[in-house]
């Protein structure tokens, strides 16, 4: 089957249903307080926080802000994470589980408030994590056990709404679902409004920490007392974030359906995940189902990805028609609490926000308020469940071991593999990596024939980079950066493009 026939439109349901921004580029150098690099939900929520100090801020944005994976996401906005509180407070203790709790909840409230006059379709909806296999059903009880031990609305239930392969779930009350576009843009209007700097086209190519620390960019320096990196992965990694953090793609399919949809937000634990809520917008109504996930660059055939999810999405529901199919990526870090806060303990200036594992909705609103209390040096009261500095917990450095273990296989194998014969023809629409003169080059040939060749070795760290049929995009198995076919960056770890053979 072509890698071109695939369910859907290929576009996000967010993009498609908002208007395109349009704040200026950066043209000359400025100085402000606070340089926020990255316009997500982590950028622009610690923007909007600090508009209640004193503080002058910009948002250096390097494409659109809410381009990036904020614009691809399913926008639940839980405390809900799966199974989440008991293994935190295994690991932890259940003071930062607490912690997490309440900050998770809070962003929820949050969008609530802003709601008010921000239209961006924000609802209520209990949200459910669900087990299909009878032996789950106990980390199901210690799951609700810790959730309500940190005052969660947990409840155990036997049966989950529209989900015949359930055996046990755990349900939150009071959870929500919004459009992360809508809410965001419409926050971008109020900070901007309020006199924050948006610079959009704007990409950062270098944070020199200091007093002040510099931003360089394409269109001039930013002088900033403090600098938050909220560019998803930070492109500033001084303390080893790209080996505590691995990245992980996933995929979803809005799609109409006969059947009523079902009012809740639906989570199989595991792996893969299986997710499903349904949204109304611009008097529409969809069900977004989602999962397949793996680890950028390998996880074999993207669009194959894609298949699976619609065959799950009809074996459950009366699908009608696959409208739009998406995907992105997330950094889980390997004790699964997000980093936000000080990006090393010498970096006094320097602030991230990254490794919200897939649920940063609520977690880059919760990120927001930290970094902004942190900044203002009144300290977060939540800062320890986000602590960049932590140490994992002794029983996850089998993890981190495995986790680089797995990136030094790839690394090794992909270098010895014996790649495609180099000269061998291509056909159209197919893509591989050839070795010549012992370098392994990444050719693909695109549907009007035309040949593009690029170094098939990742900037970063020197991996080599596999392809993605779905996306047309090389992705490095090591760490998660993303380049287009022909070689331009997408996202980081990297900070230059493939280069051009
Ligand atoms: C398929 C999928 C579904 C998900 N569903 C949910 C969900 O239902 N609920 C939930 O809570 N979470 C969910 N998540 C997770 C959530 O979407 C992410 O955690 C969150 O969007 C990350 O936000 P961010 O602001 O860190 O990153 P982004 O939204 O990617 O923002 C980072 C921004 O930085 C910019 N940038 C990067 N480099 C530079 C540079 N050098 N200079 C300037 N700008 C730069 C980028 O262009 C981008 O706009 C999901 C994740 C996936 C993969
Ligand atoms: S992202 Fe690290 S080597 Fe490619």
Same mark, same amino acid.
């Given at each position: 089957?072509?890698?071109?026939?695939?369910?859907?439109?290929?576009?996000?349901?967010?993009?498609?249903?908002?208007?395109?921004?349009?704040?200026?580029?950066?043209?000359?150098?400025?100085?402000?307080?606070?340089?926020?690099?990255?316009?997500?939900?982590?950028?622009?929520?610690?923007?909007?926080?600090?508009?209640?100090?004193?503080?002058? %801020?910009?948002?250096?944005?390097?494409?659109?802000?809410?381009?990036?994976?904020?614009?691809?996401?399913?926008?639940?906005?839980?405390?809900?994470?799966?199974?989440?509180?008991? !293994?935190?407070?295994?690991?932890?203790?259940?003071? !930062?589980?607490?912690?997490?709790?309440?900050?998770?909840?809070?962003?929820?409230?949050?969008?609530?408030? !802003?709601?008010?006059?921000?239209?961006?379709?924000?609802?209520?909806? #209990?949200?459910?994590?669900? =087990?299909?296999?009878?032996?789950?059903?106990?980390?199901?009880?210690?799951?609700?056990?810790?959730?309500?031990?940190?005052?969660?609305?947990?409840?155990?239930?036997?049966? %989950?709404?529209?989900?015949?392969?359930?055996?046990?779930?755990? !349900?939150?009350?009071?959870?929500?679902?919004?459009?992360?576009?809508?809410?965001?843009?419409? %926050?971008?209007?109020?900070?901007?409004?309020?006199?924050?700097?948006?610079?959009?086209?704007?990409? =950062?190519?270098?944070?020199?920490?200091?007093?002040?620390?510099?931003?360089?960019?394409?269109?001039?320096?930013?002088?900033?007392?403090?600098?938050?990196?909220?560019?998803?992965?930070?492109?500033?990694?001084?303390?080893?974030?790209?080996?505590?953090?691995?990245?992980?793609?996933?995929?979803?399919?809005? =799609?109409?359906?006969?059947?009523?949809?079902?009012?809740?937000?639906?989570?199989?634990?595991?792996?893969?995940?299986?997710?499903?809520?349904?949204?109304?917008?611009?008097?529409?109504?969809?069900?977004?189902?989602?999962?397949?996930?793996?680890?950028?660059?390998?996880?074999?055939?993207?669009?194959?990805?894609?298949?699976?999810?619609?065959?799950?999405?009809?074996?459950?529901?009366?699908?009608?028609?696959?409208?739009?199919? +998406?995907?992105?990526?997330?950094?889980?870090?390997?004790?699964?609490?997000?980093?936000?806060?000080?990006?090393?303990? +010498?970096?006094?200036?320097?602030?991230?926000?990254?490794?919200?594992?897939?649920?940063?909705?609520?977690?880059?609103?919760?990120?927001?308020? =930290?970094?902004?209390?942190?900044?203002?040096?009144?300290?977060?009261?939540?800062?320890?469940?986000?602590?960049?500095?932590?140490? #994992?917990?002794?029983?996850?450095?089998?993890?981190?071991?495995?986790?680089?273990?797995?990136?030094?296989?790839?690394?090794?194998?992909? +270098?010895?593999?014996? #790649?495609?014969?180099?000269?061998?023809?291509?056909?159209?629409?197919?893509?591989?990596?050839?070795?010549?003169?012992?370098?392994?080059?990444?050719?693909?040939?695109?549907?009007?024939?035309?040949?593009?060749?690029?170094?098939?070795?990742?900037?970063?760290?020197?991996?080599?980079?596999?392809?993605?049929?779905?996306?047309?995009?090389?992705?490095?198995?090591?760490?998660?950066?993303?380049?287009?076919?022909?070689?331009?960056?997408?996202?980081?770890?990297?900070?230059?493009?493939?280069?051009?053979?």
């Amino acid at each position: 089957m072509n890698a071109n026939d695939l369910p859907g439109e290929g576009a996000s349901l967010w993009l498609e249903t908002t208007e395109e921004t349009d704040y200026g580029s950066l043209e000359t150098g400025v100085d402000v307080d606070v340089a926020i690099v990255g316009g997500g939900i982590a950028g622009l929520s610690t923007a909007a926080e600090l508009m209640d100090s004193e503080k002058t %801020v910009a948002v250096l944005e390097a494409d659109r802000v809410c381009s990036g994976v904020t614009a691809r996401t399913t926008a639940k906005l839980t405390s809900q994470h799966g199974l989440k509180y008991d !293994r935190i407070r295994s690991r932890f203790g259940r003071e !930062r589980a607490r912690q997490y709790a309440a900050a998770n909840e809070a962003a929820i409230e949050t969008v609530a408030e !802003r709601a008010t006059t921000i239209d961006c379709d924000f609802r209520r909806r #209990p949200a459910y994590t669900y =087990v299909s296999d009878e032996n789950d059903r106990k980390d199901v009880r210690r799951e609700v056990d810790a959730a309500r031990s940190v005052g969660l609305p947990a409840s155990f239930v036997e049966e %989950v709404p529209t989900v015949s392969d359930a055996v046990a779930g755990v !349900r939150f009350d009071d959870q929500a679902q919004f459009h992360p576009r809508k809410y965001l843009l419409g %926050v971008a209007e109020e900070i901007a409004a309020g006199g924050c700097d948006i610079f959009e086209g704007t990409r =950062v190519t270098d944070v020199r920490p200091g007093s002040p620390c510099e931003v360089e960019t394409e269109g001039g320096t930013v002088t900033a007392t403090d600098v938050v990196l909220a560019s998803h992965f930070p492109i500033l990694d001084p303390a080893g974030y790209f080996a505590r953090n691995y990245p992980k793609r996933s995929y979803v399919l809005a =799609v109409r359906t006969r059947d009523p949809k079902p009012e809740g937000m639906f989570y199989r634990s595991g792996e893969p995940y299986f997710s499903v809520r349904q949204h109304e917008t611009e008097g529409e109504s969809f069900l977004l189902v989602g999962g397949q996930n793996h680890k950028t660059g390998q996880g074999g055939s993207t669009a194959d990805r894609y298949r699976a999810l619609e065959r799950e999405a009809r074996r459950r529901f009366d699908v009608e028609e696959v409208a739009y199919r +998406w995907s992105t990526q997330d950094y889980r870090s390997v004790d699964g609490m997000p980093f936000v806060g000080r990006a090393a303990p +010498w970096r006094k200036h320097v602030y991230v926000a990254t490794g919200f594992g897939g649920w940063g909705m609520s977690g880059g609103i919760a990120a927001g308020r =930290v970094l902004a209390e942190e900044i203002a040096g009144d300290g977060s009261e939540w800062a320890d469940a986000f602590d960049p500095g932590r140490l #994992p917990p002794l029983s996850d450095l089998p993890s981190l071991a495995g986790e680089n273990a797995n990136v030094g296989k790839r690394f090794v194998e992909d +270098w010895v593999s014996k #790649p495609s014969k180099a000269g061998a023809s291509l056909a159209r629409g197919e893509a591989r990596v050839v070795r010549e003169d012992g370098t392994p080059v990444a050719e693909y040939r695109d549907d009007g024939g035309e040949r593009h060749r690029v170094s098939a070795v990742c900037p970063h760290l020197k991996c080599v980079v596999a392809w993605n049929d779905a996306e047309k995009s090389w992705d490095c198995p090591c760490h998660g950066s993303r380049f287009d076919y022909d070689g331009t960056l997408l996202g980081g770890p990297a900070v230059r493009d493939l280069q051009k053979e």
